[in-house]
């Protein structure tokens, strides 16, 4: 089991910037492949940005060269860095943390969630 908490979110200006925070526990941090994602009001929850066990990042067309995801396993936490933000950035965020054993089986855990709105 993983117990994913997300901090940071909150208004921001267009243009502006916020850092979300995903803390783990409960589990190896670092054997999982991490991610956000969003879900705007009528909308699918969609793919921001992932990062895998060893570091590899991939980001939705949307949000490349703006958003940044990192990881520090010593603190067992996830990051996003969000530079330049839109008002279509709007929507709550989500922490996954996604582990796949060799047996087959796949681990999904998501937090709760936080919410960021972009004024224009």
């Keep these: 089991q993983v117990q994913l908490v997300e901090s940071g979110g909150g208004l921001v200006q267009f243009g502006g910037s916020l850092r979300l925070s995903c803390g783990a526990s ?46 520090d396993n010593a603190k067992n936490t996830v990051y996003l860095q969000m530079n330049s933000l839109k008002p279509e950035d709007t929507a709550v965020y989500y922490c996954n943390a996604e582990f796949h054993s060799g047996s087959g089986r796949t681990f999904d855990y998501w937090g709760q969630g936080t919410q960021v709105t972009v004024s224009s």
Excluded at 31 to 36: H, K, L, R
Aim: hydrophobic share 30%; net charge positive.
């Design 26 to 71: 409960g589990s190896i941090f670092s054997i999982y492949d991490m991610g956000w994602y969003r879900q705007a009001p009528g909308r699918q929850r969609e793919m921001v940005a992932t990062i895998t066990s060893s570091g590899t990042t991939n980001y939705a067309t949307s949000v490349k060269g703006r958003f940044t995801i990192s990881r």
